[in-house]
């Protein structure tokens, strides 16, 4: 693929903007990265990072459900630390391919595994979008990502259920 892959980060935090940024350009070599504090998902991109809260109010998953009308073949993980089962729930049939907590350490490895994977598949093909055969391996960690969250929502729930 002669063209970087391009990543847009939501986040009005600018801390969280230069973390996931940095991270990124560490990952995928010669990403494109926006940044823009507030939530606008516009414009043509590979990857999309979308916080969940601004102004107090939950926005990730009316961004991804935008970004999905014009487009399946993209990569879109909320990045946020305002997520339960309820956030989580509305994400996913969104059309969110995967989260990621600011407050678990082990999911931005994660996430930057699945988005390195997708920018794997989409170098491999320069010139047609992602077919099946490239992105089964993040649909895959993906899946597992979910299960994982699922897991450890309900979890918690049953931890808070017991301790009433």
Same mark, same amino acid.
Request: charged content about 25%; glycine content about 6%; overall charge negative.
């Given at each position: 693929? @002669?063209?970087?892959?391009?990543?847009?980060?939501? @986040?009005?935090?600018?801390?969280?903007?230069?973390?996931?940024r940095?991270?990124?350009?560490?990952?995928?070599p010669?990403v494109?990265?926006?940044?823009?504090?507030?939530?606008?998902?516009?414009g043509?991109? @590979?990857?999309?990072?979308?916080?969940?809260?601004?102004?107090?109010?939950?926005?990730?998953?009316?961004?991804?459900?935008?970004?999905?009308?014009?487009?399946?073949?993209?990569?879109v993980?909320?990045?946020?630390?305002?997520?339960?089962?309820?956030?989580?729930?509305?994400?996913?049939?969104?059309?969110?391919?995967?989260?990621?907590?600011?407050?678990?350490?082990?999911?931005?490895?994660?996430?930057?595994?699945?988005?390195?994977?997708?920018?794997?598949?989409?170098?491999q093909?320069?010139?047609?979008?992602?077919?099946?055969?490239?992105?089964?391996?993040?649909?895959?960690?993906?899946?597992?990502?979910?299960?994982?969250?699922n897991?450890?929502?309900?979890?918690?729930?049953?931890?808070?259920?017991?301790?009433?």
């Amino acid at each position: 693929m @002669d063209t970087p892959i391009r990543a847009l980060i939501l @986040d009005d935090d600018p801390m969280a903007q230069q973390i996931l940024r940095t991270h990124l350009e560490a990952e995928i070599p010669g990403v494109a990265v926006t940044c823009r504090p507030y939530p606008d998902p516009r414009g043509d991109f @590979d990857l999309y990072f979308l916080d969940n809260q601004f102004d107090g109010l939950d926005c990730a998953a009316s961004l991804a459900k935008e970004i999905r009308k014009t487009t399946n073949e993209k990569l879109v993980i909320a990045f946020s630390g305002t997520l339960n089962s309820k956030v989580l729930k509305n994400l996913i049939k969104a059309g969110c391919d995967g989260v990621c907590d600011k407050t678990e350490p082990n999911d931005l490895p994660e996430a930057l595994r699945i988005a390195r994977n997708f920018a794997e598949s989409l170098a491999q093909q320069p010139d047609s979008p992602p077919g099946p055969s490239g992105v089964i391996g993040a649909i895959r960690a993906i899946s597992d990502l979910l299960r994982e969250w699922n897991t450890r929502l309900d979890t918690q729930a049953t931890n808070l259920n017991d301790a009433k």
